[in-house]
Each structure stands twice: as C-alpha cells, then as structure tokens.
C-alpha cells in the first residue's frame, strides 16, 4: 500500500497555471505507474494523465494536451502535474492514484478501477 497526499490547488483565473503536487510514502513508488484524475461536482472521476514507471512514457486526456504536464520524481516520492492555460472548465477537485506495484509499465490505463491508492484530493477553481 501507499499513502497519497496532494497539494498545490487553489483558486486562480482563466490562463494561469498551478502545479499539484502528490507525495506518496512507502518504498513502492518508483515501481507504480501514478495517474491524476479530476472530478467535478455531479460528474464521474475523469482522467487526465498519467505516468508509468519507473520514468515514463506518460498519456494525457485530449482536453489537457499542450497545456498539462505529468512528471515524477522517484527519489522525493512525488508526481506532479503542471497545469498551465487554465480554464473554467478545469476547475474540479483534483486527485492523485496509484497503480498496484510492478505491474507492467506496458499499458497506461485511463480508468479509475485500475488504480488501488487514492488521495484525498486538493480543489482546483479557475474563473473566468
């Protein structure tokens, strides 16, 4: 198991950028593939990006690429996403999941019930 805290959110206006930060514990990390995923109010969870291990390839939903950027760092423990040219329609709460570990980096999956390890999440509200 691992333990996901993010941070980073907060509320900005249209064509600003924020970075997400999600810090895992544990000694698995460096082997899970890590996803974000975001959830606006009435909506199912959605994906955006995600990252496999240990360094990559990543995968982005249509709506965020050119604008988002999925990174991680396996010695700080800690995937990122870089969200810049914000938009009203990307405010939702923003989560960060974890695959099961050493599972083969071959596919990245897009929805929610491959991932095993969920934060908490951190709010993402952009206005026009």
């Known amino acids: 198991q691992v333990q996901l805290v993010e941070s980073g959110g907060g509320l900005v206006q249209a064509g600003d950028s924020l970075r997400l930060s999600c810090a895992a514990s544990g000694r698995t990390f460096s082997t899970r593939t890590m996803a974000w995923f975001h959830q606006a109010p009435g909506t199912e969870r959605e994906f955006i990006a995600a990252?496999?291990?240990?360094?990559?390839?990543?995968k982005y939903t249509d709506n965020v690429k050119g604008r988002f950027t999925i990174s991680r760092d396996n010695v700080k423990k800690t995937v990122y996403l870089q969200m810049n040219s914000l938009r009203p329609e990307d405010t939702a709460v923003y989560y960060c999941a974890a695959e099961q570990t050493m599972t083969p980096p071959i596919t990245i999956f897009t929805t929610p019930d491959e991932y095993i390890n969920w934060g908490q999440g951190t709010q993402v509200t952009v206005s026009a």
């Open positions: 990252i496999s291990w240990p360094y990559g390839p990543t």
